[in-house]
């Protein structure tokens, strides 16, 4: 079992940037794929970028491709998420998630892959 508390949240002018983390508890991080997802208020949760165990490999949503960088540290049980050029669509919150499965493109796109989840980080971009 893992235990997920993200943080990097907060409020920010269109055009800037935040950095969301991940701490993951256990030993067993590497052991565990990563997403980012989202959900606004009236909407349903969706995929922003998830990664391979090693970082090796990541994908993103269409919306933040080009903007938003996912990466991993195992040896501090950590996942990050760099946002850049927010703009107002991208106020949510942000919630990562871990799997046990490995990775695989199409499957890591579903919230239902994920087994853990954290409480979210609210994420708001004023225009």
């Known amino acids: 079992q893992v235990q997920l508390v993200e943080s990097g949240g907060g409020l920010v002018q269109a055009g800037g940037s935040l950095r969301l983390s991940c701490a993951a508890s256990?030993?067993?991080?590497?052991?565990?794929?990563m997403g980012w997802f989202r959900q606004a208020p009236g909407k349903e949760r969706e995929f922003v970028a998830d990664?391979?165990?090693?970082?090796?490999?990541?994908d993103y949503a269409d919306s933040v491709k080009g903007r938003f960088t996912i990466s991993r540290d195992n040896a501090v049980n950590t996942v990050y998420l760099q946002m850049n050029s927010l703009k107002p669509e991208d106020t949510a919150v942000y919630y990562c998630?871990?799997?046990?499965?490995?990775?695989?493109?199409?499957?890591?796109?579903?919230?239902?892959?994920?087994?853990?989840w954290g409480q979210g980080t609210q994420v708001t971009v004023s225009s």
């Open positions: 990664i391979s165990r090693s970082g090796s490999r990541t």
């Open positions: 998630a871990a799997t046990v499965l490995m990775y695989s493109s199409s499957a890591y796109f579903s919230a239902a892959t994920y087994n853990y």
């Open positions: 256990g030993r067993t991080f590497s052991s565990y794929g």
